[in-house]
């Protein structure tokens, strides 16, 4: 009987409480979609804590997203009646690898201030490096180089450990320089990607036996939410902690696996039990979610996979209504037709909240915000292109970037002359190439210049400045509150201003977004804490409780659940994708249908299917099929209908064009080519080497490049000249022509 348990035990299903209970040890929870996994992890957490097992701080929880990880926090609050604050390991795989990289960062070279980079960033950077070496960016692209780096490090492979086929995925067997001059860059950025973070992790704990043992006393019990899609290197990472205690309880779902394209491998369910020996597996065969037609259209769907486990689900839920699928002529008829029904779903007593629209590509995004902005229909996106990439966020970013992290010189030279001050591209890129053939920061080599005569007039006294600038907002930030000193940097750099002058008619949704992003700020207890979470959120924004309907991809839609579905372009290139049919074999085509499994499995009560009869992709208008998948749904769980009213032609999708890229490479100056040639020479420039270099110029050592008064010079600009002072890197040099000027050792060679 459930008398005498306590109340968070009393709702579970025999098996569900076997797998809270049996804490200790191994335990593998392999059940599908809506079987209650996420509750039982979260139960299980609740349950550790309640009986005193183990205190907040000692267990470590991983869950895919963010979002994930908040919910799990409040319904462990809510279900040991009380708030827990200190639940600081639960997260996603990346944001608790920052976590562990910001306290040991000096080990993998990394100083803690480090900078997560995001997507757009790293392709700059790469592509940077391709210009630099002289590779064809058009034809190798930084897009497919930075996904090949993804996925070296999503296996946990170094760039000295890149295999012989490796190198040869691009640039004609240059794969390894590159991805090692990327790394290198990182460092010197004092800047990781997120695909480090785990790594950087994985090298700490094997270099550092201390460090591991460390967080196994630590840990005493993991839990893993959504286990089928970690990685190689999530793996490993989960296995070497698990170490310590083997108290680990992973979750998951072997036909839900969808991040195989991002190096996810299911088979780390099937080696659960060799890795862990003695390990329990519980499965769980009880929907708790969705209606009979539901489940059996999804389980009919993923019937058509070879490679799988194989389970048995079952509901006691009504059957309800069949599965429907519709046809629609177009794309904008398409966004007609769901959004009339979700006007008559919500006429009819529910709440925009209950609607999700998943797609499999964003871009199908687009028809349906068009159609409820016109409509006044509340909608969100989750995931997705979203606040923070949007050009006035970034900037703000980098202002905050900078303040905290001199390092970073990517937030640099992305607003030392944004807003203008007449700081102009060569100047800029006089900077960064001095920086980098000195192995310093531009924020420290700029510092030196606008002491001297490297850098002029209107430019050196804005640069001076903007540097004071930077140093005084550097020292408010120990004593103000972050979202307080955004607002006063954004004010006093003159960025607000910029915009507030700005007569375009996108200018006020900008000012909108900077307030926006200083309100979202307020909810973290500090800058580094709110930056983290910037560098690791896809959903910040979506943070907002309002009664919307939610819009986002298949991918996003993991883990959650909602009364209506709608899965809209079930059409052979849209879903499966071109993508996975080009591929050709079974392996992607099976991933697509396990997504079209977890789109159908997060329907409570009803799903709706429609595909189109004309579709326009990239710019052209063709005429697709329907999705196969539409074909394998059992005719027992789905309906077709046709809906004749939504057969006509709209006008179509407008062409999308590429924005220009506005970061300005400094790859092309003499400097970096001078440096690329040294560096080539010989001279590495490993973590320690920078130090040293950097320190040798703050002390103003007189060994800088070994100038010493009296010595004879040669600058580029100046022409010949001779030494009168040498102070460290600056020295006062009596020019035959030009007479006397101040400037850097970097730009001097001895004559
Ligand atoms: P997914 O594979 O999609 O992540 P899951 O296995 O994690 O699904 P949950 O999200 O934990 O499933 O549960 C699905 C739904 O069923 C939730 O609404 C949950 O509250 C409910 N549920 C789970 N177990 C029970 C139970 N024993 N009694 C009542 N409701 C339950
Ligand atoms: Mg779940």
């Not at 687009?366 to 229909?377: P, Q, S, V, Y």
């Not at 980098?436 to 209107?458: C, F, H, P, Y």
């Not at 499966?576 to 499995?601: F, K």
């Amino acid at each position: 009987g459930e008398t005498g348990l306590p109340g968070y035990l009393k709702g579970l299903n025999a098996e569900q409480r076997a797998a809270v209970e049996a804490t200790d040890g191994p335990v593998l929870v392999l059940a599908g979609a809506g079987t209650g996994k996420t509750r039982v992890l979260t139960t299980r957490l609740a349950h550790i804590l309640a009986t005193g097992r183990a205190n907040p701080w000692e267990i470590l929880s991983v869950t895919f997203t963010n979002k994930a990880a908040r919910e799990m926090k409040e319904r462990v609050g809510a279900i040991i009646g009380e708030a827990v604050e200190g639940l600081p390991w639960l997260g996603t795989f990346h944001s608790i690898a920052a976590q562990i990289l910001r306290r040991h960062a000096e080990l993998v070279g990394l100083k803690p201030s480090f900078t997560i980079l995001d997507t757009d960033d790293q392709l700059r950077l790469i592509k940077q490096i391709l210009q630099a070496e002289g590779i064809d960016d058009k034809r190798w692209t930084p897009r497919h180089l930075a996904s090949l780096i993804d996925g070296w490090k999503n296996r946990g492979i170094r760039p000295e450990k890149l295999g012989e086929e490796d190198r040869w995925t691009f640039a004609d067997g240059k794969a390894d320089v590159l991805y090692r001059l990327y790394q290198e860059r990182l460092k010197v950025l004092n800047a990781c990607d997120f695909g480090d973070l785990l790594l950087h992790n994985l090298t700490i704990f094997t270099e550092n036996a201390d460090v591991l043992a460390l967080y196994h006393r630590r840990f005493r019990y993991l839990l893993v939410d959504e286990y089928q899609d970690t990685n190689v290197c999530q793996y490993l990472w989960l296995r070497l902690l698990a170490r310590g205690s083997g108290n680990v309880c992973c979750v998951g779902d072997d036909d839900q696996s969808i991040y195989g394209w991002r190096g996810a491998e299911v088979d780390n369910i099937l080696r659960f039990e060799t890795d862990f020996p003695g390990a329990t597996v519980i499965r769980l065969e009880r929907n708790y979610r969705s209606t009979g037609h539901i489940l059996g259209a999804a389980s009919g769907l993923i019937r058509s996979n070879r490679s799988r486990l194989g389970k048995t689900l079952w509901t006691e839920d009504d059957p309800g209504e069949k599965v429907q699928v519709r046809g629609l002529w177009d794309g904008d008829a398409e966004a007609r037709f769901v959004a009339d029904e979700i006007e008559a779903f919500v006429r009819s007593g529910n709440q925009h909240n209950d609607i999700a629209i998943l797609v499999r590509a964003s871009w199908q995004m687009r028809a349906f915000e068009d159609r409820f902005i016109m409509l006044g229909l509340p909608y969100k996106v989750i995931g997705g292109p979203r606040f923070f990439e949007r050009a006035e966020v970034r900037d703000a970013h980098a202002y905050m970037r900078l303040v905290r992290s001199a390092e970073d010189d990517l937030a640099f030279e992305r607003i030392v002359n944004v807003p203008k001050r007449g700081i102009g591209e060569t100047s800029v890129q006089k900077i960064a190439a001095a920086a980098r053939s000195a192995g310093v920061s531009m924020s420290e080599m700029a510092g030196l210049m606008v002491q001297t005569d490297e850098i002029r007039g209107k430019a050196r006294t804005a640069l001076q400045v903007f540097l004071r600038d930077v140093e005084r907002w550097r020292a408010q930030a120990d004593t103000m509150r972050h979202d307080e000193l955004a607002e006063i940097i954004l004010d006093e750099s003159g960025y607000t201003a910029m915009w507030r002058e700005d007569k375009s008619p996108q200018a006020a949704g900008r000012l909108d977004n900077l307030k926006e992003l200083i309100r979202s700020m307020g909810g973290f207890d500090t800058l580094e804490a709110y930056l983290e979470h910037v560098s690791l959120v896809a959903d910040l924004d979506q943070a907002s409780d309002g009664d919307e309907v939610s819009l986002m991809t298949l991918h996003a839609a993991k883990g959650l659940e909602f009364p209506l579905v709608f899965l809209p372009g079930w059409e052979e290139t849209v879903f499966p994708s071109q993508r996975s049919l080009d591929e050709g074999g079974t392996a992607s085509l099976e991933e697509e249908r396990r997504l079209a499994y977890v789109g159908i499995t997060r329907a409570r009560e009803r799903a709706i299917i429609s595909f189109t009869a004309n579709r326009m992709i990239f710019g052209r208008w063709q005429s697709v099929l329907p999705s196969r998948f539409i074909d394998e749904l059992p005719p027992e769980h789905a309906e077709a209908k046709s809906e004749t009213g939504y057969y006509d032609a709209g006008p179509g999708f407008a062409g999308v064009s590429e924005p220009a890229d506005p970061f300005r490479s400094a790859y092309d100056s003499p400097g970096w080519k001078r440096f690329k040639a040294a560096q080539e020479s010989g001279a590495r420039r490993d973590p320690g080497v920078i130090e040293g270099k950097a320190k040798l110029i703050e002390s103003g050592d007189n060994g800088a490049g070994g100038f010493k008064r009296g010595d004879r010079v040669f600058h580029l600009k100046f022409g010949y000249g001779r030494i009168l002072v040498a102070d460290g890197a600056k020295l006062t040099v009596a020019f035959d022509k030009a007479g006397e000027k101040k400037v850097v050792s970097s730009f001097v060679e001895k004559a």
